[in-house]
T-cell receptor, first 114, second 111 residues
Framework: EADIYQTPRYLVIGTGKKITLECSQTMGHDKMYWYQQDPGMELHLIHYSYGVNSTEKGDLSSESTVSRIRTEHFPLTLESARPSHTSQYLC?????????????FGPGTRLTVT | QKEVEQNSGPLSVPEGAIASLNCTYSDRGSQSFFWYRQYSGKSPELIMSIYSNGDKEDGRFTAQLNKASQYVSLLIRDSQPSDSATYLCAVTEENNNDMRFGAGTRLTVKP
């Protein structure tokens, strides 16, 4: 069973605020990902990481940034939130091995920017 | 642009029937294939993975892969109302961390 956690689960915040969405996993997975998903729409990869000190941008252009200082932790930061950032943010991780590339998702953070 | 295509549905089946979900992909280099289930407002949950041609069965679920036709499907036998969800097809290339998701097929199982 996957153990991947996201906080907060829900966040309502005003325009211009700086926010950090937390993601942690206890499985020792090297790879971690951030996706953005609007209701009823497809997943879009915004950032991913191969391991500590590795971060890459995904397909979807995003004004967010990420860091990977520890294996288990992959926070996403928005320096100045805007209403267009309102969405669900999903964190995922995967392990390199026999079950290669199977991604396990956290519960998500639903962000509303007013 | 490498694509993963799914019929958006909704697909409606009666309880106890077989639900058949289909997915096609454009990249012939794709090596790993996954089905995720996503309930409304929840995160995706991995239900099946398949890496070689043929069928793979797990309980009421069967994944089928045909690399020559670039086609992967999911069969759900004895469908239950609790199977009502959006099913996402996902594909990765060999040695590539880029997992591409389809837009999902919404399945409704009617009692």
């Amino acid at each position: 069973e996957a153990d991947i956690y996201q906080t907060p689960r829900y966040l309502v915040i005003g325009t211009g605020k700086k926010i950090t969405l937390e993601c942690s996993q206890t499985m020792g997975h090297d790879k971690m990902y951030w996706y953005q998903q609007d209701p009823g729409m497809e997943l879009h990869l915004i950032h991913y990481s191969y391991g500590v000190n590795s971060t890459e941008k995904g397909d979807l252009s995003s004004e967010s940034t990420v860091s990977r200082i520890r294996t288990e932790h992959f926070p996403l930061t928005l320096e100045s939130a805007r209403p267009s950032h309102t969405s669900q943010y999903l964190c995922a991780s995967s392990e390199y091995g026999l079950a290669d590339y199977e991604q396990y998702f956290g519960p998500g953070t639903r962000l509303t920017v007013t | 642009q490498k694509e993963v295509e799914q019929n958006s549905g909704p697909l409606s089946v009666p309880e106890g029937a077989i639900a058949s979900l289909n997915c096609t992909y454009s990249d012939r280099g794709s090596q790993s294939f996954f089905w995720y289930r996503q309930y409304s407002g929840k995160s995706p949950e991995l239900i099946m993975s398949i890496y070689s041609n043929g069928d793979k069965e797990d309980g009421r679920f069967t994944a089928q892969l045909n690399k020559a036709s670039q086609y992967v499907s999911l069969l759900i036998r004895d469908s239950q109302p609790s199977d009502s969800a959006t099913y996402l097809c996902a594909v990765t290339e060999e040695n590539n961390n880029d997992m591409r998701f389809g837009a999902g097929t919404r399945l409704t199982v009617k009692p």
